[in-house]
Each structure stands twice: as structure tokens, then as C-alpha cells.
């Protein structure tokens, strides 16, 4: 989990943001008007301002894994917020699912949006975990389940650390250097924010 700032918010919804909420609160069963939320400029918005990554786990967002328009605070507990841009970012589908409709305007919880959202977490490996004392941190790893289970995302990390240890062992062997060079290149690289797993890469380096 990275820190990220919140881009700018898109023409369409600045244009039609209080009509739109206006139609949904008017008819909450309506699909059209429940989910104009999802408008491509939006969704193509939020995925810059995350580097096309689930905000929570750091999955990358991609055709098999198109990732869902999320709500921090939950609409269904604060309809004032449907179309707030500053509420919407990115999530995969499984975390998506794992928050539901948790209330993180009443209870504490990860914001990826603060400042400090870095240093309330560690990588252990493949494994999250809050730092110690931190109940929102833990509340928020826990219901995510970046501490356990997830196998699917846990395998694919795992994956990502054997090729990141296997570069640094390249970079230490290298007697070349030219080479070495672009190999550090390429760790720095896979340590950016729009990086897979960045959080985690970082922390093996």
C-alpha cells in the first residue's frame, strides 16, 4: 500500500455531478442512475492517479482484472458521497468485496490518501501487517486480508519477490559495469508507485 495523491477531478463529473445525485437519490433502484459513477472518464481518471493498481493490495488493474470504481466511505451508509470525487478511487474485485459497505467515516481504517499510510504498515515477505498499536491499520489489514488467505494474491507476490531477489543477486554478481548499471535501472524502476507490488519491492531493497 502506497501513498497516493488525488488527481484532478474529470470535466464529467464536475459537469454533471449534481444532477446525477439529484436522479439516484430520486430513484436508488434505477442501475443507470446508480451507477453513472463508472462513466470511462471517471474510471480512467481514477486508474492515473493510482498507476492502474487496486489502491489497497497493489494488484495491477488489467484486461482480466478490470477493477471496480470503490467508494471509501460507503454510499449505502453516506449517499451525499455517491458522486464525491474526493470519496472514489480503484479497488480490485477482492478487496472491493473484503471492505463492503465498512463505515471508515465512524470507524478507523487505511486511507491510501494520507500522508501516513506508509509508515502504519510493513511487507513481511508477502505479508502486511500493521504496525504495532495501530487498530485502524490492523482493522484495515485484517478485513482486506492482506495478512493471510488470498492465495491467488499471495502466490503472485511470491512470484514477484523470487524475480526481485533474483535481479539483486545479478546486480551483486555483476562484474560489468555498464551492465550493472541498467540492472540497478530496473530495480529502481520496479520500486515506483505505479509498480506492481511496490510497496513490498521496496521493502526487499
Known amino acids: 500500500m502506497r501513498h497516493h495523491q488525488k488527481g484532478a477531478e474529470p470535466q464529467v463529473l464536475t459537469e454533471n ?11 436508488k433502484g434505477n442501475a443507470t442512475a446508480r451507477y453513472r459513477y463508472r462513466h470511462p472518464e471517471i ?28 467508494h471509501k466511505a460507503p454510499s449505502s451508509l453516506y449517499e451525499y458521497l455517491h458522486f464525491d470525487w474526493t470519496n472514489l478511487t480503484i479497488a480490485c474485485t477482492e478487496c472491493n468485496r473484503r471492505k463492503g459497505a465498512y463505515d471508515t467515516v465512524s470507524d478507523p481504517f487505511l486511507d491510501p490518501y494520507l500522508p501516513d499510510i506508509e509508515a502504519r504498515i510493513a511487507h513481511h515477505g508477502p505479508v502486511v501487517v500493521s504496525a504495532a498499536g495501530d487498530v485502524g491499520a490492523e482493522i484495515g489489514v485484517r478485513r482486506l486480508e492482506l495478512d493471510r488467505g488470498r492465495n491467488d494474491l ?3 507476490k511470491v512470484e514477484k ?10 546486480i551483486i554478481q555483476c562484474g560489468n559495469p555498464i551492465l550493472r548499471e541498467l540492472l540497478e535501472a530496473d530495480l529502481n524502476r520496479r520500486c515506483q508507485i505505479d509498480q506492481e507490488f511496490s510497496g513490498m519491492v521496496r521493502s526487499l531493497i
Open 43 to 70: 474510471k480512467n481518471s481514477l486508474l492515473t492517479e493510482t498507476g492502474h493498481k487496486c489502491i489497497y493490495c497493489e494488484s495491477k488493474i488489467g484486461h482480466n482484472t478490470p477493477g471496480d470504481v470503490e
Open 17 to 27: 455531478k449534481n444532477e446525477w445525485q439529484a436522479a439516484y437519490l430520486a430513484d
Open 161 to 170: 519477490i523470487v524475480e526481485i531477489n533474483h535481479l539483486k543477486n545479478r
Open 154 to 156: 499471495m502466490e503472485r
